[in-house]
Nanobody, 122 residues
Framework: QVQLVESGGGLVQAGGSLRLSCVASGTIFSVNVMGWYRQAPGKQRELVARMISDISGGSTNYADSVKGRFTISRDNAKKMVWLQMNSLEPEDTAVYYC?????????????WGQGTLVTVSS
């Protein structure tokens, strides 16, 4: 069974930076998508950033609200994905979730982390 563990959340002042980490455990044959989502109080979960691997090489997507401030990166060998968040704004306050999709013994999987809280004070 594939599981994700996130870390790096916390309280930061507006304009500050945080780096979120997510590591996957379990047997994984391949990873198709590694990404980060967030859910603010009273709002739906939304995509923050994701990296897609496919036969054409893949792509990276960012929500418009974080472009130029956040950077997603990954290490397939370590089964890790990071989210570097700079110039944080109070509107970035949310629980951030790591999401991974791929294949494992038994077939395809999609798994979510437990979430890590990011609070940005003004």
């Amino acid at each position: 069974q594939v599981q994700l563990v996130e870390s790096g959340g916390g309280l930061v002042q507006a304009g500050g930076s945080l780096r979120l980490s997510c590591v996957a455990s379990g047997t994984i044959f391949s990873v198709n998508v590694m990404g980060w989502y967030r859910q603010a109080p009273g709002k739906q979960r939304e995509l923050v950033a994701r990296m897609i691997s496919d036969i054409s090489g893949g792509s990276t997507n960012y929500a418009d609200s974080v472009k130029g401030r956040f950077t997603i990166s990954r290490d397939n060998a370590k089964k890790m994905v990071w989210l570097q968040m700079n110039s944080l704004e109070p509107e970035d306050t949310a629980v951030y979730y790591c999401n991974v999709r791929g294949s494992r013994p038994g077939g395809f999987f999609e798994v979510w982390g437990q979430g890590t809280l990011v609070t940005v004070s003004s």
